[in-house]
């Protein structure tokens, strides 16, 4: 869009009036509109690496006939922030507390695609290091949205109970959004605001998403319709949104690759109750306070596959998309092994053919 590079050109000139001060080791531009996104209301957000700790924060200040975000961090900032990236590991007992701030997660991302004003060799190791661990980022923002979603999910699922179907359209507003930005982050989509999922899904999730599908549940419509049956296809694909991002995204951007994103009209179902969150080791299928079982990543793509389809579509499906889930030290999937795994998915109550209650 013109408005995109107007702004990011006004800026540049209005940052040239600061950036001669010797204690700012680096500036550079970044944000929705160096991301490819925001409006032309959007405000440019402008990054700098200062020594001097008294002249950090957030700030705003009209520049070149434009307002300007101003986030100034020091290099001991940045330095602890990558380091906790790169020592990150994500267990079933602790989901939330070796987690980067949303702060510190937002700050990493846009300095992903950011347009640098005045460059140093400190800069150029920051962003080399958020290049090493770049696997490490799309993981930690994949368990983020999930993490944030599974909290979500038990209020849904009390205002679904309680027939309060206002409440659950708008829990499930915020709901659905996490996992179109889980999605969005499989696909290598990593921009961290709310407010541009459906942007993000439309440019990164492929032409087979159903976006049409999400907007309109995303957006709360499915309550003014068929209230039960709305809520049923609401979990139904929010759980699919979420199990899609998390066993894909986990290892690469393979996120286009799922097959099955609208449930079919028969064959093996999920447990809706049960929602993913891969984990460093292994993938935790989790029914909150109840049960929690921690799979190998290809039992847990079995079980995302499972949305109303023969066994042959599963099995298929399976054989193509193993390959984007495990290591190569894994033993390949066979047909029969699948149709074992899926055996014992049914006896744990984790699958059914029959519809769940």
């Known amino acids: 869009m013109a408005y995109r590079e107007e702004k990011l050109a006004t800026a540049r000139t209005a940052v040239a009036t600061f950036i001669a001060d010797a204690q700012l080791d680096s500036v550079y531009l970044a944000g929705s509109l160096t991301a490819g996104l925001g409006s032309p209301t959007s405000d440019v957000d402008v990054f700098a690496i200062t020594s001097d700790s008294e002249k950090t924060g957030v700030r705003q200040e009209p520049l070149g006939g434009q307002r300007l975000d101003i986030e100034t961090y020091t290099a001991e900032w ?5 380091r906790k990236l790169a020592d990150w590991e994500l267990s079933r007992t602790d989901l939330r507390s070796k987690q980067l701030s949303e702060e510190q997660l937002d700050v990493l991302i846009r300095m992903r695609q950011s ?13 080399d290091q958020l290049l090493r ?3 490490k980022l799309r993981q930690m923002v994949l ?21 309060d179907m206002e409440s659950a359209a708008l829990i499930g507003q915020v709901l659905m959004l996490c996992a179109g930005k889980a999605v969005a982050a499989a696909a290598g989509d990593l921009y961290y605001g709310h407010k541009w999922v459906h942007c993000q899904l439309r440019r990164s999730a492929g032409a087979a998403f159903p976006l049409h599908r999400f907007s309109f549940l995303q957006t709360g419509a499915w309550a003014r319709e068929d209230y039960t049956s709305g809520a049923t296809e609401f979990a139904t ?14 290892e690469g951007t393979h996120l286009t690759e799922w097959p099955f994103w609208i449930a079919g009209p028969e064959g093996y179902r999920r447990n809706p109750d049960f929602t993913t969150i891969h984990l460093t080791q292994g993938v935790l299928l989790n029914d909150e306070l109840k049960r929690q079982f921690v799979v190998q990543p290809h039992v847990a793509l079995i079980w995302s596959l499972c949305n109303g389809r023969p066994d042959e579509e599963i099995i298929d499906a399976a054989l193509h998309l193993e390959p984007f889930t495990v290591g190569a030290e894994q033993v390949p999937l066979t047909a029969g092994r699948v149709r074992g795994i899926l055996k014992t998915l049914d006896e744990r109550g984790l699958i059914s053919r029959t519809q769940f209650r």
Request: no cysteine; net charge negative; proline share 2%.
């Open 133 to 135: 661990n770049e696997d």
């Open 143 to 163: 368990s983020a949205w999930a993490v944030e979603a599974n909290g979500h999910l038990s209020d849904f699922r009390g205002a679904h109970q309680d027939g």
């Open 115 to 127: 347009e640098v004003i005045k460059d140093s060799p400190r800069l150029t190791t920051f962003r």
């Open 78 to 82: 940045y330095e602890n922030t990558l």
């Open 237 to 250: 694909f929010t759980q699919t949104l979420m199990a899609a991002a998390q066993i894909l995204g986990w």
